[in-house]
């Protein structure tokens, strides 16, 4: 049996979830990079040509991602768009997608809200998110509280 199969089979009799992991400069595998588990979403997601932006701001990582062909490029071009959020390895997806290459939305992971996601509550992570895209999903999405739908629409209100 291989070490790594070891180590998760290890990890998960106890109780955890094995980490994902990359090669280090010394050979030695270490933990792998938020930023590293969102590229790697990115790639395995159906999209063509992505280019993307990730913006860890703790404890989560935000990023953004421009794909497929452009549109209507005599007025300007455009093409797809969408947002993501990570909070962990093992839970990043999409808040908002603008999809104009006619991907099947059963194919895209989106973002499923838990009850212990409480840090993405606060104001203060909603200040450092420059496209404002974390609090425009809390104040639409049916998962989140009341009360965090009125709070993220207020801020929103208030924060352009």
Not at 56 to 84: I, K, M, Q, W
Not at 88 to 105: F, K, M
């Amino acid at each position: 049996m291989r070490r790594p199969l070891l180590v998760a089979l290890f990890a998960c009799a106890c109780g955890g979830s094995p980490k994902p992991h990359v090669e280090t400069g010394s050979g030695a595998p270490g933990p792998k990079s938020l930023e590293a588990c969102v590229r790697q979403f990115v790639d395995d997601q159906p999209m063509r040509s992505p280019d993307v932006s990730v913006r860890v701001v703790p404890p989560v990582a935000l990023f953004e991602v421009g794909y497929g062909e452009g549109h209507d490029c005599e007025a300007g071009c455009f093409r797809s768009h969408a947002f993501g959020l990570a909070t962990a390895c093992d839970r990043i997806g999409w808040l908002v997608v603008s999809d104009h290459e006619h991907t099947s939305p059963s194919d895209l992971k989106m973002f499923a809200l838990a009850p212990t996601d409480t840090a993405l509550f606060d104001e203060s992570l909603w200040q450092r998110d420059t496209t404002r895209a974390l609090a425009r999903w809390l104040s639409r999405t049916p998962n989140a509280p009341d009360d965090i739908h009125e709070r993220a629409t207020a801020w929103l209100a208030t924060h352009r």
